[in-house]
C-alpha cells in the first residue's frame, strides 16, 4: 500500500481542496437550498448537522474514498472482534465489549469475555443497591452519604463529567465528590467536607500504582484511621478499589472482595464503562448507568453497520481529517451550550489528544503529515465572551463543534429560548461572516459619516467560511449521553485508523514520570543540584533555597 500521502485518494483530495478552498460557505448554501438535508443526519434523540462544514459532494465522496483507501471497515471489525490492534502493549481494544447489550459472545484467546463483565456488573448492581438502600453500612452504622472517587486521567474525567452532567439523575441521599491532583489542596479541601463515617472511598486506577492515586489515597487512608477509634478492619467499610492488579489491592490493605475488577484490554481514557464508573451508578442509580451502556451500545452499531456516508463519527472523522491535512487546522473547539456538560471538554482532550497526539505510525516511522489537532472549549454562552473573538476574526482556522440539549431539568423555557437562539447564532455568524458591504451599509444606516466609516470599517468585517457541526440531543440523559461519547471514540478511532497510528497506547506520558521520580529526592537532599540543565538545576534550586522562608 502507498502511504496515506502518496495514494491516489489522497492526491485527489489535495487536487479538491485548491479547487474548493476559496469556496466561501455562504455560496454553497445559495447554491444548493438543500443543503441541510443532505448534510444531516438523525440518530435516535440525536441530530447531527454537519452542512455548515466547506463541503461538497465532491469533497465528501473523496473522503469517504480515503475512508475506504484505508480499510476502515476491516479496522472496525479488528477492533470489535478483539484483534490486539494496540501492537505497541500488545492488547486488544474492547471498551465495546463492556456495553455490548446483544447476546453476541466476545472470545478473546478462546474465552467470552462478556462472562467476566456481566459478572462484574452484577457484583456492582448488588453494591450499589446495597449502598442506595443503607444495607452497605459505615463502620458506625451508618449509610453511606458521600463517594470520593480518587483518580486520575481516564479513572477521573470520565466518571467527572458524567456525574456533572447528569446532576438531575442523582440519587437523593448521595453526593458525589472527585480528587485527582497531587496537589495537596484537591484532596484537603474534599476532606473537609466529609464525615468519615459516612464516606466510601473509590481508589480507581487501572494499574493501582499511579503516584498521584496512591498518594491522595494513603492520605485518605491515614484521614480515616487518624479519627475517633477508627481500625485497619474498617477499611474494608469505607474503601474499594477499582483496578486489573490484585496484588497491588491487596498490599494497599483493601481486600479483594471490596475490589472491582477490569482488564488490560479496556485503555484508561476507554474505561469509565467499566467498574471504573462505579460513582457514576453509586451517584445515579445502577438502572440510569445502564442507560449510558445502552446509548453507547446504540452508537457501537451505528458506527459498525451504517454506510460511510450516513455514519456519524466516520463523518466526523473525516471532516477533521479534512482540515487538519488540507486546511492545516491546528485545534479543534468543543463548545457545549449546557453548563453541565462543562467538563465535555477536558473530557475530550484525554480521549482525542492522548490517543491521536502520535507522531510516528504503527511501525515506528515518523508520519509525514499532521495527526490530532489540540481539542479545547468551555461551555457556551460563556465562551462567546472569552474567546470567540478568535475564531470568528483571528488568522487560524478553527472548526468547532456545538453541542446542546434542546431540554434539560434545570432553567426555564425562556432561559433555554436565550441559551439556544445563541448557539444558533453563533454558527450562522461563524459560517456566513459580515462582508465590507454589509459592515458599510449598517455603518452608513446609523449616521456614521464615509470619512469615519474608513477608519473602522477594517475591524468590523468577519470574514464568515468558519467551519462548524452542530449536535443537537432532544435531550440529555443518560442514554443519549452515552451515545454522544461513543460518538467521539469512534471519531477518534477512525482518525487514527486512516492516519495509520496507534490510538490507544500513551507512551508520552511516561518521560515525565520519570524524571519526576528522580527530581523528587533532589528536592530534599542538603545539596545543590547541578546533574541537570542549567535551567532545572536552577529552579530546583530555587525551589531548595526558598521553601521554608
Ligand atoms: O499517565 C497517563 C495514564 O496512564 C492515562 O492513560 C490513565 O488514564 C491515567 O494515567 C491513570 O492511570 P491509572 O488508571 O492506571 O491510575
Redesign the pocket.
Known amino acids: 500500500m502507498f502511504t496515506l500521502t502518496e495514494s491516489d485518494e489522497w492526491g485527489a483530495l489535495q487536487e479538491h481542496y485548491d479547487s474548493i478552498s476559496n469556496v466561501h460557505l455562504k455560496t454553497l448554501f445559495e447554491k444548493d437550498k438543500e443543503r441541510f438535508d443532505k448534510f444531516h443526519i438523525k440518530f435516535n434523540d440525536i441530530l447531527f448537522d454537519f452542512s455548515k462544514n466547506r463541503l461538497d459532494n465532491i469533497a465528501f465522496k473523496l473522503l469517504v474514498r480515503l475512508a475506504e483507501h484505508r480499510k476502515l471497515k476491516e479496522k472496525i471489525k479488528a477492533m470489535f472482534t478483539g484483534e490486539k490492534i494496540n501492537t505497541t502493549e500488545n492488547r486488544a481494544v474492547l471498551h465495546t465489549a463492556l456495553r455490548n447489550r446483544s447476546i453476541d459472545e466476545v472470545i478473546i484467546e478462546g474465552r467470552d469475555i462478556m462472562t467476566d463483565i456481566k459478572a462484574v456488573l452484577k457484583k456492582m448492581k448488588k453494591f450499589v443497591g446495597d449502598v442506595h438502600t443503607g444495607k452497605w453500612k459505615g463502620c458506625t452504622g451508618m449509610p453511606i452519604s458521600h463517594i470520593v472517587n480518587i ?5 477521573h474525567l470520565g466518571p467527572a463529567m458524567i456525574c456533572e452532567a447528569l446532576k438531575p439523575y442523582a440519587k437523593p441521599g448521595i453526593s458525589v465528590h472527585f480528587v485527582s491532583n497531587i496537589d495537596g489542596c484537591d484532596i484537603a479541601e474534599t476532606l473537609k467536607q466529609l464525615n468519615p463515617e459516612t464516606t466510601l472511598f473509590l481508589i ?4 493501582f500504582t ?1 503516584q498521584e ?1 496512591m498518594t491522595n489515597a494513603n492520605t485518605a487512608k491515614k484521614w480515616f484511621l487518624s479519627t475517633d477509634g477508627k481500625k485497619e478492619s474498617d477499611i474494608a467499610l469505607h474503601f474499594i478499589a477499582l483496578s486489573t492488579n490484585t496484588e497491588a489491592v491487596k498490599q494497599f490493605g483493601i481486600n479483594p472482595k471490596n475490589m472491582f475488577e477490569f482488564w488490560d484490554w479496556v485503555g ?2 476507554y474505561s469509565l464503562w467499566s467498574a471504573i464508573g462505579l460513582s457514576i451508578a453509586l451517584y445515579i442509580g445502577f438502572d440510569n448507568f445502564e442507560m449510558l451502556l445502552q446509548g453507547a451500545y446504540e452508537m457501537d452499531m451505528h458506527f459498525r453497520n451504517a454506510p460511510y456516508e450516513e455514519n456519524i463519527p466516520v463523518i466526523m472523522a473525516l471532516l477533521g481529517i479534512w482540515y487538519v491535512n488540507f486546511f492545516n487546522a491546528k485545534t479543534h473547539a468543543v463548545i457545549p451550550y449546557y453548563q453541565n456538560l462543562r467538563m465535555f471538554p477536558e473530557f475530550l482532550q484525554q480521549l482525542d489528544m ?1 490517543s491521536n497526539g502520535k507522531r510516528v505510525d504503527k511501525f515506528g516511522e515518523l508520519v509525514e503529515y499532521s495527526t490530532g489537532p489540540v481539542v479545547w472549549g468551555v461551555p457556551g454562552t460563556n465562551a462567546q465572551h472569552s474567546f470567540f473573538q478568535l475564531i470568528h476574526q483571528g488568522t487560524q482556522i478553527i472548526p468547532v463543534d456545538f453541542i446542546a440539549p434542546l431540554f434539560t431539568d434545570c432553567g426555564n423555557e425562556e432561559q433555554r429560548r436565550i441559551l439556544l437562539s445563541n448557539l444558533f447564532a453563533q454558527s450562522e455568524a461563524l459560517m456566513k461572516g459580515k462582508t465590507e458591504v454589509e459592515v458599510k451599509a449598517e455603518l452608513t444606516m446609523s449616521g456614521i459619516k464615509e470619512r469615519d466609516i474608513n477608519k473602522i470599517i477594517g475591524h468590523k468585517i468577519f470574514p464568515g467560511n468558519i467551519p462548524s457541526n452542530t449536535i443537537l440531543l432532544k435531550k440529555l440523559n443518560p442514554e443519549t449521553l452515552g451515545s454522544l461519547i461513543a460518538m467521539y471514540e469512534h471519531k477518534v478511532f477512525v482518525q487514527g485508523a486512516i492516519w495509520d497510528i496507534n490510538s490507544f497506547d ?1 507512551w508520552g ?1 511516561e518521560l515525565g514520570k520519570q524524571l519526576a521520580k528522580k527530581i523528587l529526592p533532589e528536592l530534599d537532599s542538603d545539596n545543590e543540584i547541578t546533574i541537570h540543565d542549567s535551567s532545572t538545576n536552577g529552579l530546583i534550586n530555587y525551589y531548595k533555597e526558598n521553601k521554608n522562608k
Open positions: 483518580g486520575i486521567g481516564g479513572s480507581a486506577s487501572k494499574t499511579t492515586t484508561g481514557r492522548e500513551q506520558v
